[in-house]
């Protein structure tokens, strides 16, 4: 009777240590997820300044770098679904007021985020639009030039 007690009571360890191991990876996951999506979220329907977005812009670059995010012929991030992480410009065309434009973070990085942050410093921006991908991830940021 007591090997049959303990036989079921080894099993019941045996089955219950994997799932506590899984529901705590997928809550630690969840955690890194959120902590993430806090830094982003913050400028939903915020205005920042020119300079704020250079600045995120680095940061989602170095978060593509870090997690080797591919690229296409273009040059621009392939989004992986998991970690990748966009930001886009929209402005008013210069030639045409009737004209948005959209701007990706790949081309103004190419141009130099310096050069953009030199111009638009002192500029406003709104952030439009937040896009999450399957895992709940912030993945894009969309922001509108707003003066």
Do not use: H, W
Request: a neutral charge; charged letters at 25%; proline letters at 1%.
């Amino acid at each position: 009777m007591k090997k049959g007690i303990i036989i079921l009571i080894i099993i019941l360890i045996i089955a219950i240590v994997p799932i506590m191991l899984i529901i705590s990876k997928y809550k630690a996951e969840r955690n890194e997820v959120n902590k993430f999506n806090l830094e982003f979220e913050q400028y939903k329907d915020k205005t920042i300044y020119g300079t704020n977005i250079g600045s995120l812009i680095n940061y989602a670059i170095n978060n593509n770098e870090k997690y080797n995010i591919e690229k296409d012929q273009e040059g621009i991030y392939i989004d992986d679904d998991k970690y990748c992480m966009r930001i886009e410009i929209k402005m008013v065309s210069s030639e045409d007021e009737e004209k948005i434009i959209t701007y990706a973070m790949e081309t103004i990085s190419s141009l130099g985020t310096q050069r953009f942050v030199k111009n638009f410093n002192v500029l406003y921006f709104k952030c439009v639009d937040i896009n999450y991908n399957s895992y709940g991830r912030v993945n894009k940021l969309v922001f509108e030039l707003i003066s």
